[in-house]
């Protein structure tokens, strides 16, 4: 349903209708709204059903038929060739030339047709929904199939969720220390409806319905029922309750694989179901300066990376209550928390069937969205709080002490001077683990022994009994980056380098037309590639080869000659522009935003640290950053100035005085874009016959738009005063 005029009269009708069949207590009349909204709604659209994949066999078309008649007479003239004497074998070997030479044609009419067929479905699906299809081109997630009954889920869910000690309280733990009383009251009142909003206009309209089948659609379009929703939402947090229907879930197993790069064109991976931002960076980044400063200064470090099992379906909602009692949470808060969690169930669909609904007697809901904070805070508990008081951490050559561990969600990396003192926190740590009755995974665990600079297997690490296995012959892969025994990126870098081959091989075989290829090279291969640029030490030689590679495949895609000049691909002043960006631009705003990610970090000891962003000696990110920013500072001195004939207060500009962070951030990387434009349009000075353009006098900047991919291709050709000339039918 896309019309306006449908969503206005269903708005209008409903909001008639809830206003006089609404009644009863809050629960009820929420169930009563959902219940309403779904079947008005499924009476009057119908309701969209998944389309089944039919197990019956195609008919073989007539080609088919005619390739497996063709086989079928040449085995039997081999047969008879077998038999026959010499004369009648000349004749046999003549008609079995023939018919080989008929099924060669069949064949190659029949691939050309598949191909075909091919190429359109692709083109369908891409022009259906782009991004999606450049996810699952560029490797994202694969299907797969649970083969196993009803009963053995069931038996699962039930092993995996039950908790036989659910009532039994965690008790005192010496470890973990009591916080001080807040100085800031926490805020209880309902939601306003503007908070209601955002929260909605935020929400993605493709997103799944839950329990009640009712879509974010419905409420983004009309606002009686969101707000009659809104209404209900106050009564119920000032009771204090939450609904039946709002402690069920339904799921289904998704498939866990093992990614290379689980990257997004958000710039950061999602790590537990929470978006990726600069926390992530800062974890690795400092991990990374600790063990260069190590490896350069011929220093002690042990550096060991902890998993938990199961993690998320294994925290007992004993913690969960602790947590809100050791951080002061009201009691109306807790109330309703430990409401929700008291009686929601879940049940998935496999194969069609569906399981009986299950309690969920421990664990958290992904998806959920107060899970992920609730987690957080049994975390720090558990984690954070306990290794406190073993040791200060080490050292960096700034100055600094860093902390001796920090999580991410459900990775823990510990970092200590020496082995000695890793022991001493892992086994703080499994104290209070075993306490929160959680149990970590040696096995996916990893550790680091430093001595002098050099890494050492002399020593062991242990974790609940269990031997931890050391980084050498066993990478392992932290929030998006990996970490070797060789202390160095330079494996990274060449899987780097080779997946960006795979992609460009993938994007070239997908049989789209080059302008469509262009496209998900700008919007999916290029953020995807952008985040490896940033997490790993790369040099601008690396990147430039790279971005040659990608041009050349450009160049062909968009029917341009190979002498056609990278300016013309990524300029973004010259007379004819295309919606593409350089990849060495993108590596060098990612480096330098990374910079400032780091020295303006709210965290002290991350700014402090000293943490270098090393880029090669062709070019520094962090002399490009202060460059910037000189310029920025002088702008600021000489003002808003008018270009031509206009007047004051025509144009604006954003002050570096008065900008925030934020914007201080983006003025630094749109600077630096300036001065890659600015040594494209020099270099474009110095080609004699492509850079004919710079003499060109035009009224305004020609865009590229929606003009036919042919006669774009000879617009550039003229431009650039190549040698290729349209033909008469063009």
Known sequence: MNSEAQWRDLNDDLGVILETSLQGCVERRIETLT????????????????????????????????????????????????????????????????????????????????????????????????????KTLLGGERPGHLHCSKEEVEKYLHETHSDKERETPLGYCPRVEEEEQPTIEFETKEPTWKEVCEVVKKARTGSAPGYSGVPYKVYKK?????????????????????????????????????????????QVDEKGGIAGFSGCVEHTSVLSQLIHEAKTGKKNVA?????????????????????????????????????????????????????????????????????????????????????ERETRGPKTDSGIFLPATRGFMDDLTVTTSSHIQAKWILSALEEVVTWARMKF????????????????????????????????????????????????DNTSVKTVQTQ??????????????????????????????????????????????????????????????????????????????????????????????????LRDSKDSKISKAGIQTRTGRKWSARTAVDQAESILHHKDIVGNTCTGRQGLGMTHFQQWSKATPKEKSSTVQSEIRTVEEEQRRAKAVELSRQGAWMKWNLPAVRQLGEVAERSSCWLWHRRDDLSWKPSADE
Request: with cysteine.
């Open 35 to 134: 219940s309403l909204i779904y079947n008005i709604g499924k009476e009057r659209f119908g309701v969209e059903k998944r389309k089944k994949k039919s197990n019956t066999k195609q008919t073989p078309n007539r080609r088919e038929q005619k390739i497996t008649q063709l086989r079928k007479e040449l085995k039997d003239l081999n047969r008879r060739y077998k038999k026959s004497n010499e004369i009648e074998k000349l004749g046999i070997a003549c008609i079995t030339n023939s018919v080989r030479e008929e099924l060669r044609r069949t064949r190659r009419a029949e691939q050309l047709k598949n191909s075909n067929k091919k190429k359109a479905k692709n083109r369908a699906n891409f022009i259906k929904n782009p991004y999606n299809y450049t």
């Open 222 to 266: 009309c606002p009686k029922i969101l707000r009659k929703l809104w209404q209900l939402f106050r009564t119920l947090w000032k009771k204090g309750t939450i609904p039946e229907s709002w402690q069920k879930a339904e799921g289904c197993f998704v498939p866990k694989e093992k990614y290379l790069f689980l990257c997004t064109g958000k």
């Open 303 to 387: 550096v060991v990376w902890l998993d938990l099992a199961n993690a998320y379906g294994s925290v007992p909602h004993k913690s969960i209550e602790m947590a809100m009692d050791h951080y002061h949470i009201p009691e109306h808060i807790k109330k309703i928390v430990q409401k929700y969690f008291g009686g929601i169930q879940l049940r998935f669909t496999v194969d069609n069937k569906t399981t009986a609904w299950q309690k969920l007697e421990k664990r958290i809901v992904t998806g959920c969205t107060i899970s992920p904070i609730l987690f957080i805070m049994s975390m720090n508990i558990i984690i954070m709080k306990a290794a």
């Open 441 to 488: 995974k040696p096995r996916k665990s990893r550790s680091m022994i430093l001595r002098k600079g050099q890494i050492t297997t002399k020593f062991q690490l242990k974790i609940q009994g269990d031997e931890i296995p050391t980084i050498v012959d066993n990478p392992i892969k932290c929030l998006g980056k990996w970490f070797d025994d060789t202390l160095k």
């Open 500 to 597: 960006v081959v795979e992609w460009l091989k993938k994007v070239d075989k997908s049989g789209l037309p080059g302008k469509f290829k262009a496209w998900i090279y700008q919007h999916g291969l290029l953020p995807r590639l952008t985040w490896l640029l940033m997490i790993y030490e790369m040099t601008a030689t690396t990147v430039e080869a790279i971005e040659r590679k990608i041009n050349s495949h450009l160049r062909r895609w968009l029917g341009v000659p190979p002498s056609f000049t990278a300016i013309g691909l990524n300029s973004r002043s010259s007379q004819l522009q295309l919606p593409l960006t350089s990849t060495l631009e993108e590596y060098k705003v990612s480096k330098s935003k990374l910079v400032m990610t």
